[in-house]
């Protein structure tokens, strides 16, 4: 049989399942599902002899027009579902013979360990929509291949969003979500929002990425997360204190300008006939003119390297 040139369409017309891996190693098998389920039932396991013959391209692009579902002779539970969980955790699998083979799995999984896979296969689990979203896909994602637990989530970003209050994240992962093209301001907003970012003050990059997201997209910020943004370290905070200046009393801009020691902003708001110098840059001129709408000083101009402010008077 193996000296023919044409191939067993039914691998149990070959009574002796002894002699079924010469003939699937040797290529003399027609690649259809049920031969290799068949094949499956015997070893138990997806073998490197059938991982070979699944890498042959002739026979998994031959494959990739079944679904598995559609083979009423095998037991969902106890054949169909676990071989197709092993073909899903099967990393020796070349890359094109594992994306092709993966859309005939008709299942989605909810929880799986994927920790044996490259991040190629992976990822493409998640375009295929293999994975669930769930916390335990995100958390598993997450610690195993970050940042696809993001891919995940964008993937399915309609549910996402509809079942928000459902998932669990740190500051870092909605820094990453910010980052993301597949969500609008508005929906970005409901982000920051929604989780706990109780540790905020000591985890500087994600302080200054969301800060200058609403420097990016400037609304009003609830006090309590502006000053958890605003004070201590964060390079962003005199543009992210700038957009704030419209939803303030100048009492309150006051308390806030005292707060960048190493300038004179402090003396802004003071009531003096005196004018008042600070330096002449792109961001005093805005802070000044942020001032001046609020009515927080009377005017201001350039005046060579300094920006010449007229304070209050009364």
Request: charged share 35%; hydrophobic share 35%.
């Amino acid at each position: 049989v193996i000296q023919q040139k044409s191939k067993i369409s039914n691998i149990k017309t070959i009574e002796d399942p002894n002699f079924w891996e010469r003939m699937i190693a040797n290529n003399k098998i027609d690649p259809k599902w049920e031969n290799i389920i068949h094949y499956y039932e015997v070893v138990q396991s997806i073998d490197d002899i059938l991982v070979d013959y699944l890498n042959i391209d002739e026979n998994y692009k031959v494959l990739k027009n079944t679904k598995i579902n559609e083979l009423d002779e095998f037991d969902e539970d106890e054949t169909s579902k676990p071989f197709c969980r092993d073909l899903i955790k099967c990393n020796k699998l070349v890359l094109d013979a594992y994306s092709e083979l993966i859309e005939c799995v008709p299942y989605r999984y909810h929880h799986i360990d994927l920790s044996g896979l490259d991040q190629g296969k992976v990822e493409t689990l998640i375009d295929s929509r293999k994975i669930s979203l769930t916390q335990e896909n995100i958390n598993h994602l997450k610690e195993k291949f970050a940042p696809l637990h993001i891919n995940l989530i964008e993937k399915y970003r309609d549910k996402f969003m509809e079942s928000l209050d459902e998932f669990s994240f740190d500051e870092n992962d909605v820094v990453s979500l910010l980052g993301s093209r597949k969500f609008n301001p508005k929906e970005k907003y409901l982000f920051i929002e929604k989780y706990d970012l109780s540790n905020i003050e000591t985890n500087i990059d994600a302080k200054e990425a969301i800060s200058k997201f609403y420097i990016d997209n400037p609304v009003h910020i609830n006090k309590a997360l502006f000053e958890k943004l605003f004070y201590n370290e964060n390079k962003y905070d005199l543009e992210l204190f700038i957009t704030q200046i419209p939803y303030m009393e100048c009492s309150e801009i006051k308390t806030y300008l005292d707060a960048f020691e190493d300038t004179n902003y402090s003396e802004l708001l003071e009531v003096s006939a005196s004018p008042l110098k600070i330096e002449n840059c792109e961001i005093n001129k805005h802070l000044l003119t942020h001032l001046e709408e609020k009515g927080c000083i009377s005017s201001w101009k350039e005046d060579g390297k300094h920006l010449k402010v007229n304070r209050k008077r009364k």
